[in-house]
């Protein structure tokens, strides 16, 4: 029979990943914004909180996941992922739902991910990029769906031809990658449809 003590870390982690996921979606409709990701325990080194917390709510069986050289070198972050999400790890980043980057600033080039097809643009990978920070960076101005304006994100740790990677992309509309940047447990998105420039 369950134990009490069971039931409640089984009813917590639902809590925390019905969170994490409304604070996923939230970040990607308002892209730009700062979400708090809820901590969670025992993720191994390099994997981050955010990068985590997300792998626990959106990677099941039916995601393939490629990971960058520093995750995919880690035997403890393999097995962490099999044990709790069941995701297949795959070598070849085109066929990846997520890719887990370690290092954002040696993240691969976009194209090289799944793209989707204009029939099917939801066939493409979603990058989770691990930044150095999401506050103290170079200032990258955003506008387009879901921001009143223009929004600011000071983002660390990335690539060099990070604006231009991305205007590539969002020019490959609806096809495309889409983007959660996160450092320690805080997350952005950058969608797809989201113009970025440098301030």
Same mark, same amino acid.
């Given at each position: ?7 409640? @870390? *089984? ?21 730009? @914004?700062?979400?708090? *990701? ?16 997300? !792998? ?12 960058? +050289?520093?995750? !995919? ?30 290092? #954002?600033? +040696? ?8 793209? =989707? ?8 990978? %979603?990058?989770?990029?691990? +930044? ?10 955003? @506008?387009?769906?879901? *921001?009143?304006? %223009?929004?600011?994100?000071? $983002? ?19 096809? =495309? ?5 996160? #450092?320690?447990?805080? $997350?952005? !998105?950058?969608?797809? %449809?989201? *113009? $970025?420039?440098?301030?």
């Amino acid at each position: 029979m369950q134990s009490v003590q069971e039931a409640s @870390s *089984i009813g917590a982690a639902v809590i925390a990943a019905q969170s994490t996921f409304r604070r996923v979606m939230d970040a990607t409709a308002r892209p730009g @914004s700062i979400e708090v *990701i809820p901590e969670i325990a025992g993720a191994p080194a390099p994997l981050s909180q955010a990068a985590a917390a997300i !792998a626990l709510t959106l990677f099941d069986h039916d995601t393939p996941v490629w990971m960058d +050289a520093p995750l !995919a070198s880690s035997e403890a972050v393999a097995a962490w992922l099999r044990f709790n999400t069941g995701c297949p790890i795959v070598a070849d980043q085109a066929q990846c739902t997520f890719a887990l980057v370690a290092d #954002a600033s +040696a993240a691969p080039p976009f194209e090289s991910f799944a793209l =989707g097809t204009p029939d099917y643009p939801d066939r493409s990978t %979603t990058l989770i990029l691990q +930044a150095a920070t999401l506050t103290g960076g170079p200032e990258l101005v955003l @506008s387009g769906p879901g *921001i009143r304006g %223009t929004a600011s994100l000071r $983002v660390g740790g990335l690539p060099e031809d990070f604006v231009m990677q991305h205007a590539a992309n969002r020019a490959l509309f609806p096809r =495309g990658v889409d983007l959660l940047l996160v #450092a320690d447990n805080h $997350v952005a !998105a950058l969608p797809r %449809t989201t *113009i $970025v420039t440098r301030a």
